[in-house]
């Protein structure tokens, strides 16, 4: 029996989506696209209060180069809580590898990770700060993730920021999401207090190594898919056109 033309069209579409399903699969992996080790310096890091940190050859969490700086800690009684910036990262490009800042949504940013250590006597929670350069984006704001779970005393632990708008509390420095992320400039690591936490310490070490930006592009397949689809149903679309003349 002869094939109909338009079941060969309809089964060619099906199988370009299976395929192009199959690759997208097998294709959407991270993948880091800008990193810091401080194996060649401080790069741009500053700490807490601007000024150059300690670069260390060794002791980092994988044995290598990492930043210091020894500072104290005391809370303060802002009304959502304390927000205490430990290091700063704002004289682009801040990276031996490629730049954090810029557009992190056109460039598909899914995380921010980080390696991070202190020798207070109590565990602290982990806190990023990300904001804009007014004058360089005429965009103004900063957004801030402050549910990044506890660092233990004297321990390397590795924070992993999310990108994505559930992560940060709008309340924290005003802007909108989308704007930020869209000019990022600025990337603040530090540890935050709950509203009525009070907690004081003096000559604490804060370590930082290992800065990692990953993003997962959309691949190719994705378009193909698309493609099939606009295809497959575009000529059913023609046929039910052409049926009801």
């Known amino acids: ?32 696209i800008a990193f810091e080790d401080f194996e060649s310096g401080a790069n741009g890091w500053l700490d807490r209060d601007s000024g150059s940190p300690t670069v260390n050859a060794t002791g980092g969490h994988d044995g290598g180069a ?35 800042d810029g557009d992190w949504i056109a460039q598909d940013v899914v995380s921010l990770s ?25 965009v103004s704001g900063a957004a801030s993730a402050i549910t990044l779970g506890d660092v233990l005393p004297n321990t390397w632990t ?34 935050f207090f709950d509203f009525g936490e009070v907690y004081n310490e003096t000559g604490v070490t804060f370590a930082l190594d290992d800065v990692r930006l990953t993003a997962v592009p959309v691949p ?6 698309g493609s099939g689809l606009a295809l497959l149903f575009g000529y059913k679309g023609r046929r039910r056109i052409r049926a009801a003349t």
């Open 220 to 225: 190719a397949a994705v378009w193909l898919f």
């Open 1 to 32: 029996m002869r094939t109909k033309p338009q079941s060969v069209i309809a089964v060619i579409a099906g199988n370009s989506l299976l395929m192009c399903l199959s690759l997208f699969a097998g294709s959407a992996h991270a993948t880091t």
């Open 158 to 191: 590795q924070v992993v920021v999310d990108i994505e708008p559930s992560q940060f509390d709008p309340s924290f420095g005003g802007g909108n999401y989308n704007d930020i992320m869209s000019n990022i400039y600025k990337i603040q690591p530090g540890i």
């Open 114 to 138: 980080y390696w991070f250590k202190h020798s207070a006597a109590v565990s602290l929670q982990a806190y990023m700060r990300l904001s804009t350069n007014w004058s360089l984006s005429g």
């Open 66 to 100: 990492y930043i210091s700086f020894i500072g104290d800690i005391a809370t303060n009684t802002a009304s959502f809580g304390s927000a205490l910036v430990e290091f700063r990262c704002q004289t682009a490009p801040c990276a031996a590898n490629n730049s954090f």
